[in-house]
T-cell receptor
Framework: DQQVKQNSPSLSVQEGRISILNCDYTNSMFDYFLWYKKYPAEGPTFLISISSIKDKNEDGRFTVFLNKSAKHLSLHIVPSQPGDSAVYFCAASLTGNQFYFGTGTSLTVIP | DAGVTQSPTHLIKTRGQQVTLRCSPKSGHDTVSWYQQALGQGPQFIFQYYEEEERQRGNFPDRFSGHQFPNYSSELNVNALLLGDSALYLC????????????FGPGTRLTVT
């Protein structure tokens, strides 16, 4: 049973525009959410996170929004840059001891 | 400061064989988690080790076992390999159990023929 879902396998965005990556989850007990970025032949790299008690967290060009009532989170990247092209995974955690990952969204930023 | 390292990088095994994968956590980290990432899928949690004990386990059969050593490094063992075990195996470490941000290694690509 997939508890974290990323329904868009791929996304293409023009350089300078906003990229919005979406993620849905089913377990209301998740208390922390994270976004990871993965380049080919590398492990996932932590990007940004949000606690379930917040609805927004910003870090430079990256902002994560959490809508608990809809069990939905999104990652906004603005402005998008070609170096942002990668696979993005959202993940959800139960007390930090077990993590559930989505299937990933491949982002392509077109120069 | 070395990050999470894994060995070997690639491995080819035959169905029914056994395999051992190794992981050294980031300096200062004492908790290690293992994940299996099949092609086109996200990482699936296998188990987590802390203080040399398995603390959490995902939905994986007993053929998957592990070990953590006093220096916090870890091994993942898979017995009686199946074709479906072919995947990228990722190790992640964190500074303490319950810490949310995990640091991943580059993974070991296992191919079972």
């Amino acid at each position: 049973d997939q508890q974290v879902k990323q329904n868009s396998p791929s996304l293409s965005v023009q350089e300078g525009r906003i990229s919005i990556l979406n993620c849905d989850y089913t377990n209301s007990m998740f208390d922390y959410f994270l976004w990871y970025k993965k380049y080919p032949a590398e492990g996932p790299t932590f990007l940004i996170s949000i606690s379930s008690i917040k609805d927004k967290n910003e870090d430079g060009r990256f902002t994560v929004f959490l809508n608990k009532s809809a069990k939905h989170l999104s990652l906004h990247i603005v402005p998008s840059q070609p170096g942002d092209s990668a696979v993005y995974f959202c993940a959800a955690s139960l007390t930090g001891n077990q993590f559930y990952f989505g299937t990933g969204t491949s982002l392509t930023v077109i120069p | 400061d070395a990050g999470v390292t894994q060995s070997p990088t690639h491995l080819i095994k035959t169905r029914g064989q056994q395999v051992t994968l190794r992981c050294s956590p980031k300096s200062g980290h004492d908790t290690v988690s293992w994940y299996q990432q099949a092609l086109g899928q996200g990482p699936q949690f296998i188990f987590q080790y802390y203080e040399e004990e398995e603390r959490q386990r995902g939905n994986f059969p007993d053929r998957f076992s592990g070990h953590q050593f006093p220096n916090y490094s870890s091994e993942l063992n898979v017995n009686a390999l199946l074709l479906g075990d072919s995947a990228l195996y990722l190790c992640a470490s964190s500074p303490w159990r319950g810490h949310y941000e995990q640091y991943f290694g580059p993974g070991t690509r296992l191919t079972v023929t």
